[in-house]
């Protein structure tokens, strides 16, 4: 029962920084672990991201490790990825994911967002 709606993408000069938000529906929000998936052209959807029900837990790709933050609100109903020192590797649509468990492997999520671009300008 989880509806998600990505928010906060645009273009930024690298060195920027941006936060995305990731906002749900529904009353279950707390029961699902979240995670932030990106897709550049021509490339595999790729982790980047999750956190635990309670947000106490968090696991990221080596690639955004210490630049990147998740964390999240559940009376908000949302998720957020804290996105610094942004590279023009970064460039991609980013989504937002739910699953039932701890995971980092993308088919394991039963729940997507629409997305949201990110460019990153050099």
């Known amino acids: 029962q989880a509806q998600l709606v990505e928010s906060g993408g645009g273009l930024v000069q690298a060195g920027g920084s941006l936060r995305l938000s990731c906002a749900a529906s529904?009353?279950?929000?707390?029961?699902?672990?979240v995670g932030w998936f990106r897709q550049a052209p021509g490339k595999e959807r790729e982790f980047v991201a999750t956190?635990?029900?309670?947000?106490?837990?968090?696991t990221y790709a080596d690639s955004v490790k210490g630049r990147f933050t998740i964390t999240r609100d559940n009376a908000k109903n949302t998720v957020y990825l804290q996105m610094n020192s942004l590279k023009s590797e970064d460039t991609a649509v980013y989504y937002c994911?739910?699953?039932?468990?701890?995971?980092?492997?993308?088919?394991?999520?039963?729940?997507w967002g629409q997305g949201t671009q990110v460019t990153v300008s050099s």
């Open positions: 956190i635990t029900r309670g947000g106490g837990t968090t």
């Open positions: 994911a739910a699953s039932r468990q701890f995971t980092i492997i993308k088919n394991e999520y039963e729940y």
């Open positions: 529904g009353r279950t929000f707390s029961s699902y672990y």
